[in-house]
């Protein structure tokens, strides 16, 4: 990940803690629940969509490594 997908990261973090502040301000205390609870889950699936691109491309770079270490030597 770069600098700059990290400071994306916050910047939705803020941006969500602002949204599910003004909605507990504005709605009734079950239904702010809920939709800050839509909030949460749609924040924990997109950082662990980018965990899992972060995975694929580590397992991409040691297979392109072994790869070139075999066609060195031959193997």
């Known amino acids: 990940m770069t600098q700059q997908d990290f400071l994306n990261i916050i910047g939705n973090k803020i941006s969500n803690e602002m949204q599910k502040s003004i909605i507990?301000?504005?709605?009734q205390p079950q239904l702010a629940d809920q939709l800050c609870n839509v909030i949460d889950s749609h924040e924990a699936a997109d950082l662990f969509q980018k965990m899992m691109n972060e995975w694929i491309a580590y397992q991409n770079r040691q297979q392109q490594i072994l790869q070139a270490f075999l066609r060195q030597y031959g193997m």
């Open 24 to 27: 507990r301000n504005n709605f």
